[in-house]
């Protein structure tokens, strides 16, 4: 921070040594309020903590003159608390970055996050594979074709609980009005499993005794004559 004394113009203030009661949102917002009256604010970072008011203005001007208004003023007695007396003092300036600052910008920026949507490369990759882009994740909650896949199976087991027949969209109150019947003409009843016993003829052996199987069943003692 820079020293009190120091006339080194900046568009950073720092308010110190603010009592507890100042944190309190609707104080706070009356202070911020306060020293926006002398020029518009890029940053109000009041740090509770440490019992100060980090604020960055956007014009040097603005901040000297707020400086200089608001250094040593007292506020009155409020809520049975003693006066308390603002000291605003200046601290390094803050680099606002702008439009133009931006196109002259030499500095490091961080690479681009790649690696995250590049599928990894197998364990051998064969020759000439080469790593490509894959899709980010979805954004919604459902994707579309799952959507659609969820529907599909809601108006299979619809069809499966109704049965075969028409499907009843618009009934009438006591049997006045217009029905409205819907019925998939495409659509097959499902065939019953063929029963093996249907095909069989006489002289052959019966399917239901080719399934079955005797019970195994231990021998008997014997016993040894000597």
Same mark, same amino acid.
């Given at each position: 921070?820079?020293?009190?004394?120091?006339?080194?113009?900046?568009?950073?203030?720092?308010?110190?040594?603010?009592?507890?009661?100042?944190?309190?949102?609707?104080?706070?917002?009356?202070?911020?309020?306060?020293?926006?009256?002398?020029?518009?604010?890029?940053?109000?970072?009041?740090?509770?903590?440490?019992?100060?008011?980090?604020?960055?203005?956007?014009? /040097? /001007?603005?901040?000297?003159?707020?400086?200089?208004?608001?250094?040593?003023?007292?506020?009155?007695?409020?809520?049975?608390?003693?006066?308390?007396?603002?000291?605003?003092?200046?601290?390094?300036?803050?680099?606002?970055?702008?439009?133009?600052?931006?196109?002259?910008?030499?500095?490091?920026?961080?690479?681009?996050?790649?690696?995250?949507?590049?599928?990894?490369?197998?364990?051998?990759?064969?020759?000439?594979?080469?790593?490509?882009?894959?899709?980010?994740?979805?954004?919604?909650?459902?994707?579309?074709?799952?959507?659609?896949?969820?529907?599909?199976?809601?108006?299979?087991?619809?069809?499966?609980?109704?049965?075969?027949?028409?499907?009843?969209?618009?009934?009438?109150?006591?049997?006045?009005?217009?029905?409205?019947?819907?019925?998939?003409?495409?659509?097959?009843?499902?065939?019953?499993?063929?029963?093996?016993?249907?095909?069989?003829?006489?002289?052959?052996?019966?399917?239901?005794?080719?399934?079955?199987?005797?019970?195994?069943?231990?021998?008997?003692?014997?016993?040894?004559?000597?």
């Amino acid at each position: 921070m820079s020293s009190p004394a120091s006339s080194r113009r900046t568009n950073t203030l720092v308010i110190t040594r603010l009592p507890t009661h100042f944190f309190e949102p609707v104080i706070q917002q009356a202070l911020r309020s306060h020293f926006e009256a002398y020029g518009p604010l890029h940053t109000w970072a009041p740090i509770k903590g440490l019992a100060r008011v980090i604020m960055v203005y956007y014009s /040097e /001007e603005d901040a000297e003159i707020a400086k200089e208004s608001n250094d040593g003023l007292v506020l009155g007695e409020m809520r049975e608390h003693p006066d308390v007396v603002l000291r605003v003092y200046r601290a390094d300036p803050t680099p606002l970055e702008t439009t133009e600052t931006q196109e002259h910008n030499h500095y490091l920026r961080p690479p681009v996050n790649d690696k995250n949507f590049l599928i990894s490369p197998p364990g051998s990759p064969p020759v000439g594979w080469e790593q490509i882009r894959e899709d980010p994740p979805n954004a919604t909650p459902l994707a579309h074709d799952l959507i659609t896949a969820l529907r599909r199976l809601e108006i299979q087991e619809e069809e499966e609980s109704r049965g075969p027949g028409p499907n009843v969209l618009l009934e009438p109150e006591d049997g006045v009005g217009i029905s409205v019947f819907v019925e998939d003409c495409d659509a097959t009843e499902p065939e019953a499993p063929d029963d093996p016993a249907d095909d069989w003829s006489y002289g052959e052996t019966a399917p239901s005794r080719l399934r079955w199987r005797p019970t195994p069943t231990s021998m008997p003692p014997v016993s040894v004559m000597g």
